[in-house]
């Protein structure tokens, strides 16, 4: 489940500190069988903010619950209405050097397979192939009532004819593909239902509050139990639904590797936590065991659908 988020959690001292050193990596990387668990951090470099890094997001901006989207209908419509303009910089992102440079690992063989808590799809869109959508995907919709899924590029279009004119300025965009807007700029912005029976449409992601479907989670678990490392990319694990991966894989014996520029709630575990930017530290790995980043990941990148 991922809970409502808070700033709260503060690393322990005892924690073991970071290093620059990529060795412990690039060994795991030889090995094969590497199990990525990739979070927020590794899209900021495609412009797509953090969560709680240096300038993360909640520091100002509280993501949308399910509690309150499915109770509210005015959440709804704020929810809609800040989507809808973030979806404008959201669907454009495109993969980074970190994306490109995963997708090339797992091209030479030499991964078990990516589990994202990212929705934003440039995973696949840099190559990826088999990718494990911990909390779904921004560019689908489903209907909470018949449960009929859509294209969000189709909502779109329905939502840009219903509230032509509907071009405020936002303050920021977050994570999630929420754009920061005050009351007054949501105005009266026009929420369309499910085109099939009239329902409640809502992202096909898992909002904080609700729960990660349970055979995915067990999905997940099977690719841990089948992988020799696990390695942590972007995430600070403050949320059970990634740090549960690592505390598997640490209770299994197996290595956990983590890169990430600040301490996470999983340090305890790890072999090592590399302080380096993620699309550098990657991109360095690749020419460390001698992978090209050229081809399937590096081209034009894929469409998100």
């Not at 071009?167 to 700029?185: H, K, R, S, W, Y």
């Amino acid at each position: 489940m991922r809970m409502r988020p808070t700033l709260s959690w503060t690393p322990a001292e005892k924690l073991p500190p970071g290093t620059t050193d990529l060795e412990p990596v690039a060994d795991a990387l030889r090995a094969g069988g590497v199990l990525v668990l990739s979070g927020a951090g590794i899209s900021t470099e495609s412009g797509i903010p953090d969560y709680r890094g240096e300038g993360g997001s909640l520091s100002r901006h509280t993501p949308m619950t399910y509690q309150d989207f499915t109770a509210d209908a005015q959440a709804r419509r704020r929810y809609w209405a800040r989507s809808h303009l973030g979806w404008r910089t959201f669907g454009r992102a495109r993969p980074n050097a970190g994306h490109r440079a995963v997708a090339a690992f797992g091209r030479h063989g030499r991964l078990a397979g990516v589990i994202t808590q990212n929705v934003d799809r440039l995973h696949q869109a840099a190559g990826s192939e088999d990718v494990v959508e911990l909390h779904g995907s921004l560019d689908r919709v489903v209907c909470l009532s018949c449960g009929d899924l859509s294209a969000r590029r189709e909502l779109a279009a329905r939502l840009e004819q219903a509230n032509a004119g509907f071009e405020p300025v936002a303050a920021a965009i977050n994570p999630d593909g929420d754009a920061d807007l005050t009351d007054e700029q949501v105005g009266d912005f026009r929420v369309m239902p499910c085109r099939a029976c009239g329902g409640i449409l809502k992202p096909d992601v898992v909002f904080f509050g609700e729960t990660v479907p349970p055979q995915r989670v067990e999905h997940c678990r099977n690719l841990v139990r089948e992988a020799t490392s696990l390695l942590v990319l972007g995430s600070s694990l403050t949320v059970m639904s990634g740090l549960r991966f690592v505390r598997q894989a640490a209770q299994a014996g197996k290595p956990v590797l983590i890169v990430n520029r600040d301490p996470t709630r999983g340090d305890q575990h790890a072999l090592t936590r590399v302080e380096l930017p993620l699309g550098s530290a990657l991109t360095t790995l690749a020419h460390r065991l001698d992978i090209p980043l050229d081809g399937q990941g590096t081209a034009e990148e894929r469409p998100r659908g």
